[in-house]
Nanobody
Framework: QVRLVESGGGLVQAGGSLRLSCATS????????MTWYRQAPGKQRELVAR???????TYVDSVKGRVTISRDNSRTTVYLKMNSLKPENTAKYYC?????????WGQGTQVTDSS
């Protein structure tokens, strides 16, 4: 069974930083691309960043230069480091992967601006 467990969210002031983690199990992590999404209140879920199995990251324009996606294959974990956080980054952040022809999601981790 594929399992994704996000953590690392919390209250953060504008300009602060957070590192989100997504621990995974149940599939061959090192061969699988991973994606971070977020969903702000009242808005649709949007893609934030994606990392290929080879470690190449791509980002939505609004976070470029402030966000870094990375992976640790030995820990089967994907990370999202966010710097210079803005109030509009308040959202629930989810990691996602596509395995066996379907998408799998974690329960999400909440990031909230405390300014």
């Amino acid at each position: 069974q594929v399992r994704l467990v996000e953590s690392g969210g919390g209250l953060v002031q504008a300009g602060g930083s957070l590192r989100l983690s997504c621990a995974t199990s149940g599939f061959i992590f090192r061969l699988t691309a991973m994606t971070w999404y977020r969903q702000a209140p009242g808005k649709q879920r949007e893609l934030v960043a994606r990392i290929t199995s080879g470690g190449n990251g791509t980002y939505v324009d609004s976070v470029k230069g402030r966000v870094t996606i990375s992976r640790d294959n030995s820990r089967t974990t994907v990370y999202l480091k966010m710097n210079s956080l803005k109030p509009e980054n308040t959202a629930k952040y989810y990691c996602d992967t596509r395995v066996w022809n379907r998408d799998w999601w974690g329960q999400g981790t909440q990031v909230t601006d405390s300014s």
